[in-house]
Every structure is written in structure tokens, then in C-alpha cells.
């Protein structure tokens, strides 16, 4: 499941990457060097104050999205997972959720909206985000600030012997969310966006993963409290 998690977030970024194909939004910087990459996160935290806002923003949504699908305690989410990749249009996403009972569809896709809007704006109003640097400096400067807004770091998991279930499912889950921000904000690192209807069904099917990548971890804490890990 998480091989087909992981390609699925990679299919997803190659999708805009090849849309943007002949945009150049790189300046030929070299980022081969430590002292190079170093420089240019220094400059960037620096000057991309806008950047950090873009996240904060970001985050904020997803977070309202997870605590909704987690009161949808009739959804069936397995029939999303199975659906999700046959849906088009706004209308069939709203169709899809409603079929797997989700009682709040329509504020689900509203957040999708804004989650787009944002990127949009983001992308309107920093040009120079594009020209200073190039498309692997501008992943690891969104990486390292969700990074840094979740505080998110992976931790050793073993206590004395015995695997830590509950650190792990802790770190489990802020993976899941740290995915689905770099997953979201996939359309920001190569400038291109597909629309308004483009962007509702990118961000339904990033939901998606996460739901996949939260279920995932919570299996791996039943398995890991069975084997005798620490609750």
C-alpha cells in the first residue's frame, strides 16, 4: 500500500511537471554543493516570509479536512480509494462522496477550492520565487518549511529493546500529513496550475492518499501493539 501511496505522489508531480515543460523557471544555479544549498535556504527564509504564510495557510485547511473526515464515522472510504481516479468533475467527486456517505461533501470540496485559490495567489504574487531559484531549491525550501510549521522529525522508535507503538503511530501520522502539504503543493513548485476543477480533483485525490497513508499507520500500531511493542 504505501509503494502504491508513494507512486501515486510521484505520478501526481510528474503530471504538472510535464505541463510545464516548456516554462523555464529556472535561473542555471548551481545547487551541487552544501555550501550552495545552504546559501540559498538562508536567502529563502529570509525573503520568503510569503512562503511560510503559503504553508501556514495550507496547513490550516488540511487540518479542518482531517478533522471532518474524522467525525464521518459512516464514510466508507474504501469506496473513495476505489472511485477516486474515475472522477473528472467537480460534480463526480460530489457524487462519489456522497455515495460512500460522507455527510459533508460539499465543505469537503469547498476546502479543495481554497487549498487551490491559495496556490494561485501564491503564484501570482512571487515571481521571484521562480526566477531565483531553481525547481529543486524551490522543493527543498517548501519541504524544509512544512517541516519546520509541523514540527515534523523522525524519531527512534525503540525504548530498551521494545519498539515505541505509540511514538511511531505519532510519527506515522505527521508523515501523512507532511506528504499530503508536499503532494498539495506540488502545483506551487513548478508554477502551473490546472484551474479551478483541475485543482478540486488534485486535491480530492491527494486527500485520498492521506486517508490511505492514516489507515495504513493506525494498522501498523494494532500490529506493533499485538507484537509486544509499548502501547
Do not use: P, W
Request: glycine share 8%; net charge negative; with cysteine.
Amino acid at each position: 500500500m504505501r509503494k502504491k501511496l508513494l507512486m501515486a505522489g510521484v505520478l501526481f508531480l510528474l503530471i504538472f511537471q510535464a505541463c510545464s515543460s516548456n516554462e523555464d523557471l529556472s535561473t542555471g544555479q548551481n545547487s551541487s554543493t552544501k555550501t550552495t544549498q545552504k546559501n540559498v535556504l538562508r536567502t529563502a527564509r529570509s525573503d520568503s516570509g510569503t512562503l511560510s504564510d503559503y504553508v501556514s495557510t495550507q496547513l490550516s485547511i488540511q487540518s479542518e479536512i482531517k478533522n471532518l473526515l474524522d467525525n464521518e464515522k459512516d464514510a466508507d472510504f474504501s469506496l473513495i480509494q476505489s472511485g477516486i481516479d474515475r472522477v473528472k468533475t467537480v460534480e463526480e467527486l460530489e457524487s462519489l462522496y456522497n455515495s460512500a456517505k460522507i455527510g459533508k461533501s460539499r465543505e469537503l470540496i469547498s476546502m479543495y477550492e481554497k487549498m487551490n485559490d491559495n496556490s494561485l495567489a501564491f503564484r501570482e504574487s512571487n515571481a521571484d520565487f521562480y526566477s531565483k531559484y531553481t525547481e529543486e531549491e524551490r522543493t527543498r525550501m517548501l519541504t524544509n518549511e512544512i517541516d519546520l510549521q509541523l514540527n515534523y522529525k523522525e524519531t527512534n522508535d525503540a525504548v530498551d529493546g521494545r519498539r515505541n507503538c505509540q511514538s511511531a503511530f505519532v510519527t506515522a501520522g505527521n508523515r501523512c500529513m507532511r506528504n499530503y502539504a508536499i503532494e498539495i503543493g506540488g502545483s506551487v513548485l513548478v508554477g502551473v496550475f490546472t484551474g479551478g476543477v483541475g485543482g478540486v480533483i488534485a486535491g480530492g485525490m491527494a486527500t485520498t492518499h492521506m486517508i490511505v497513508c492514516n489507515s495504513d499507520a493506525e494498522t501498523d500500531y494494532r500490529s506493533c501493539v499485538r507484537s509486544g511493542g509499548i502501547r
